[in-house]
């Protein structure tokens, strides 16, 4: 298991997937929706237009 590392901010934004996926802001944006839908489906709260870190790396093993 990774030690948490304090200076990684907790949510990721539209400008670190594009730069994760080199993809444009539109896709970026899809992205984050998709993942968004998965964790209210699993009833969790989240906000538009960020992803939490942790979902992110547990869905693509970053």
């Known amino acids: 298991m990774r030690a948490k590392n304090h200076t990684e ?3 990721l934004y ?10 444009s802001r ?3 944006y899809q992205i984050i ?3 968004n839908r998965e ?5 969790f709260l ?6 939490s870190r942790r979902y992110f790396e ?3 093993g970053a």
């Not at 539209?14 to 993809?23: G, P, T, Y």
């Open 14 to 23: 539209v400008a670190d997937i594009m730069k994760l996926f080199n993809c």
């Open 9 to 11: 901010p907790s949510f």
């Open 46 to 51: 989240f906000i538009r237009g960020r992803i």
């Open 58 to 60: 547990e869905r693509y």
């Open 26 to 28: 539109s896709k970026a």
């Open 39 to 43: 964790l209210e489906q699993k009833g």
């Open 33 to 35: 929706a998709e993942l």
